[in-house]
């Protein structure tokens, strides 16, 4: 069983930036993928970012792509979301999960096994 925390969101204004964390507990979480999502109010749950479990594989969506760095910590069972030159469209909550293994269909929220509850991030203009 893997339980997964975020934290670090907040309000911010445009042009400024966050840093996400999602504490995992479980000590096979070093080896599991994990995937950054957000949900707007009124939207659908959306992709944003996913980490192997090396590290070495990263994606992006391409609205985040060159503004957000996704990274880990397996020593800390941590992983990071870096969030720069934030836009009020970045709004939302925003969500950790964790799957076992890689997927060709990472970006899809049913693949994941484990989520954490949420942190808010707002961006005022």
């Known amino acids: 069983q893997v339980q997964l925390v975020e934290s670090g969101g907040g309000l911010v204004q445009a042009g400024g930036s966050l840093r996400l964390s999602c504490a995992a507990s479980?000590?096979?979480?070093?080896?599991?993928?994990t995937g950054w999502f957000r949900q707007a109010p009124g939207k659908e749950r959306e992709f944003v970012s996913v980490?192997?479990?090396?590290?070495?594989?990263?994606v992006y969506a391409d609205s985040v792509k060159g503004r957000f760095t996704i990274s880990r910590d397996n020593a800390k069972n941590t992983v990071f979301l870096q969030m720069n030159s934030l836009k009020p469209e970045d709004t939302a909550v925003y969500y950790c999960?964790?799957?076992?293994?890689?997927?060709?269909?990472?970006?899809?929220?049913?693949?994941?096994?484990?989520w954490g509850q949420g942190t808010q991030v707002t961006v005022s203009s």
């Open positions: 999960a964790g799957r076992p293994s890689w997927s060709g269909t990472y970006y899809r929220t049913s693949e994941y096994d484990y």
């Open positions: 980490i192997n479990w090396t590290g070495g594989t990263t």
């Open positions: 479980g000590r096979t979480f070093s080896r599991y993928i």
